[in-house]
């Protein structure tokens, strides 16, 4: 059986497109740390917010406390996170990101921006300019995304 090449022609399929490649980039980067995607997005969080309560970490990530809880149990076997304890009452604790989780994740901004550098690499800088202009005008009628 024959692979057929992916072309896109609409111009939002090619917006599509591109959103694929920087997701993409991203997962190649998170995997090659063995991490998946949720996991490096928790230790992200937690380095930019250490002592996040897990119902934080569950409403941030709109998941469940449940899977929260079993993807956090992973972390910690790996020595990525810890998990303390406030004032001795088990159902409020803080969550930590350990040296080596942000070691870990670290470099994932700047393996973004090379990713950007490389799927805008065809574009003058005047194109560019254009390119930005031109998606400006379209999102600002656009609903925000919710954090």
Do not use: C, N
């Not at 070691?103 to 003058?124: H, K, T, V, Y």
């Amino acid at each position: 059986m024959e692979i057929e090449e992916y072309t896109e022609t609409t111009t939002l399929g090619l917006l599509r497109w591109v959103g694929w490649a920087q997701r993409k980039a991203g997962e190649d980067w998170v995997t090659s740390r063995e991490l998946s995607p949720e996991q490096a997005f928790v230790l992200g969080y937690l380095v930019k917010a250490p002592g996040a309560i897990q119902r934080d970490i569950a409403a941030m990530t709109r998941t469940s406390a449940a899977s929260v809880s079993s993807l956090l149990q992973g972390l910690e076997r790996r020595g990525l996170v810890d998990r303390r304890t406030q004032d001795g009452d088990e159902r409020r604790k803080r969550v930590y990101a350990t040296p080596a989780a942000a070691d870990l994740i670290s470099g994932f901004d700047d393996a973004m921006i090379a990713a950007d550098e490389s799927i805008l690499a065809p574009l003058d800088q005047a194109e560019r300019d254009t390119l930005h202009a031109l998606l400006a005008k379209i999102t600002t009628a656009l609903p925000r995304p919710s954090r």
